[in-house]
């Protein structure tokens, strides 16, 4: 009787190999995906830390609706939707707790200044098929923690949306201007959160 190996079958050797270099390679792809994970765009605030807390101020209405140059559309109260969105957003962000001027280290303020349909595509007949809104507001952001220091100011800064009024991505007005809300909401947080 011979000795016996306690190790594997000689022919089992190229297998044990390539399923070792298989492992490692598997591990080498794993590590390099743990590492590079955080790398990318990320969401975060770029504020400096001693900014948690905004005041949103009600916005003012300055569209000169009146003005026959000025061919505005009258929405009642978008200034107060405009407002209500931004806080909206500032509180789904996270990043900034929404609270009165008087406890808040920064204070935004800001103007309606206009609110546009512009026509975008026409049929054949040149009826029109697909319009343009536009909210157009001026906004300013004040340190609320010493002398109201003003921090950045935007003159005209606009959020969008376009809607078809007829076929399979037709959807009304009203869903239309609640997505320029959404838009401009979403700008002037990334805005207050990231230009810095």
């Known amino acids: 009787m011979g000795a016996q190996s306690l190790g594997p079958p000689e022919s089992a050797g190229p297998m044990i190999r390539t399923s070792f270099k298989s492992l490692f390679v598997l591990l080498g792809v794993g590590i390099g995906i743990t590492l590079t994970g955080g790398c990318g765009y990320s969401t975060g605030s770029l504020l400096p830390s001693n900014y948690r807390t905004i005041s949103v101020e ?12 000025i061919r505005g559309l009258y929405v009642p109260l978008l200034e107060a939707k405009v407002h209500d969105a931004v806080v909206s957003r500032f509180q789904t962000d996270g990043h900034l707790k929404v609270t009165r001027s008087e406890q808040a280290d920064l204070v935004l303020k800001g103007s309606l200044i206009g609110f546009d349909r512009e026509e975008l595509r026409l049929s054949d007949n040149q009826d029109v098929t697909e319009y343009r809104l536009r909210i157009t507001v001026a906004i ?16 005209s800064y606009s ?11 037709a959807k009304s007005e009203a869903q239309a201007l609640d997505d320029a809300l959404k838009d401009i909401s979403r700008r002037i947080v990334e805005r207050t959160l990231e230009n810095w």
Do not use: R
Request: charged share 20%.
């Open 58 to 69: 009600p916005f003012k209405n300055k569209v000169g609706y009146l003005n026959e140059n």
């Open 140 to 155: 300013t952001l004040f340190d609320g923690t010493g002398g109201g220091q003003e921090l950045w100011d935007e003159p």
């Open 159 to 169: 959020g969008e949306a376009t809607y078809y009024i007829s076929g399979p991505q």
